[in-house]
């Protein structure tokens, strides 16, 4: 053949490639999912976008009827929506072909138990102790021979780091601390430590020094056994008996590292006022402990998406009295959306957002969306996002898919926000996906804990030992 008739027809050839990828029909295939979840009960329309006569064949029908059969197979009328429509918890499979003959798309379906919570946007106070004593600091010890020493820097100990037990005995109180160094300093013994350092327990030997000018024994830390805030209630799922608040982990202000939760409660908070957000300066909610609150739920964990823990009622002042569905990370688009947060007093209200950007995660992560407040009345309230906003729901279509997280610190009226079903997944509540391909099937929603706070932090002042 002749060599430019070659290239010739490679090039119409090239072209012919790149006008097809630019059609709808290809545009819409691309776009069909591989993996798609669905509620039991629920409805979902995939536009299979080619012009021609293909078939469905669905393993378990039992659990997914196509445009409503039952039937295994079917034909697809060319250039019509298909329907699915979810029966029952499990996992099917359905797979399309042109002309019956040629695959097209294979599509995994998990349907999952029905699951509906109430949407929080309250301001609550949050205590909480750590599970142990935590290193803040340092501290130098004048032991009256001419030179100061910290005991806990010789022996090893590092910001940061969980003293959970001294020479046996399990601490979870700074006043613990005191008698137990008293006795070993006396009888000149080591301290045997037990220390979490992350994920790792590590044993240390630690001399207590004699304070000269106190007359005490110290072991050279700034230790803190404590925190105390105010942050936004997420959500509450009555059904489990727990809730979700925060969007992001508390971590100690002077070591940012994650607090180990031992025990700590959420109690009913008032906000006083609201310092607004500038380019540069992100603002804060200011807010209190309302005087004699009753106690709304414990925590009990603290990890990535804010902190968790039962509570046996829905909090006053919520805008909804019954639940609404959640929505999964598939589901939430760009576009108009609100969250739910309080401005003045404990009164939840809605505002309005967008949501600019969606990432699709197929595994945890806080930064799912970008969002931007676009309701004049916020704006002017607090400049956009602030500090003790983290935690707000954020709803689109009727559904709760998220919470807001971050704000952008030059632009304050934008931040991040995450999806709700991480929270849902760290709570218990949703099984994650490698707990459904191990299992085999989707098993029932599990839950055990949930509660989203952001920490303005006003933490006790470190103690030094």
């Avoid at 012919?16 to 669905?38: E, H, N, Q, W």
């Avoid at 299979?48 to 078939?55: N, T």
């Avoid at 590292?257 to 540069?280: A, C, F, H, R, Y």
């Avoid at 760290?426 to 706070?453: T, Y």
Wanted: hydrophobic fraction near 40%.
């Amino acid at each position: 053949m002749n060599p430019n008739l070659k290239r010739l027809l490679g090039l119409v050839l090239v072209i012919m490639i790149i006008v097809g990828c630019t059609t709808t029909p290809f545009r819409t295939y691309a776009a069909l999912p591989s993996k798609l979840r669905l509620f039991e009960g629920q409805q979902k329309q995939l536009s299979l976008g080619v012009p021609v006569m293909a078939s469905a064949k669905v393993d378990h029908p039992d659990i997914l009827q196509v445009n409503g059969v039952k039937s295994a197979s079917l034909d697809v009328m060319p250039n019509r929506p298909i329907s699915l429509s979810s029966q029952r918890a499990g996992q099917a499979e359905l797979k399309l072909k042109l002309f019956n003959r040629i695959p097209l798309k294979t599509l995994k379906v998990n349907v999952v138990p029905d699951l509906k919570v109430i949407p929080g946007g309250q301001t609550i106070g949050v205590k909480v102790k750590s599970d142990g004593i935590l290193v803040v600091g340092h501290h130098l010890v004048n032991n009256g021979e001419n030179e100061k020493i910290s005991p806990g820097e010789t022996a090893g100990i590092q910001l940061g780091d969980l003293i959970v037990k001294m020479n046996g005995q399990k601490i979870q109180d700074v006043s613990q601390v005191a008698d137990v160094v008293k006795k070993a300093g006396e009888s000149n013994r080591l301290l045997d430590l037990t220390v979490k350092r992350g994920k790792q327990q590590i044993n240390a030997k630690l001399k207590p020094a004699y304070d000269v000018e106190d007359k005490l024994w110290r072991l050279g830390l700034y230790i803190r056994d404590s925190a105390a805030g105010v942050g936004t209630l997420t959500f509450y799922a009555p059904d489990q008996g727990v809730y979700g608040a925060l969007g992001h982990v508390i971590t100690d202000m002077d070591t940012q590292t994650p607090i180990v939760v031992g025990k700590g409660e959420i109690l009913q908070s008032n906000v006083t006022s609201i310092s607004k957000s500038q380019n540069g300066e992100p603002g804060e909610k200011r807010a209190n402990f309302v005087k004699e609150s009753r106690v709304l739920g414990n925590v009990e964990r603290n990890t990535p998406f804010g902190i968790f823990g039962k509570m046996t009622a829905n909090p006053d002042h919520s805008l909804f009295t019954k639940p609404i569905p959640i929505g999964f990370n598939e589901e939430v688009k760009p576009g108009p959306a609100e969250i739910l947060t309080v401005v003045n007093g404990q009164q939840v209200e809605r505002f309005k957002i967008e949501i600019v950007h969606v990432t699709r995660q197929s595994s945890p992560a806080t930064k799912g969306m970008v969002i931007r407040v676009t309701d004049p009345r916020l704006l002017e309230k607090t400049g956009g996002i602030v500090q003790g906003m983290s935690g707000s729901p954020i709803i689109q279509d009727d559904k709760l898919i998220g919470a807001v997280t971050h704000v952008f610190v030059n632009n304050p009226s934008s931040g991040y926000g995450c999806f709700i079903e991480w929270m849902l997944q760290d709570a218990g509540i949703v099984l994650s996906e490698a707990e459904w391909n191990e299992q085999g099937k989707v098993h029932s929603m599990r839950v055990n804990l949930s509660s989203f706070v952001e920490m303005k932090r006003n933490v006790e002042n470190g103690v030094v030992f």
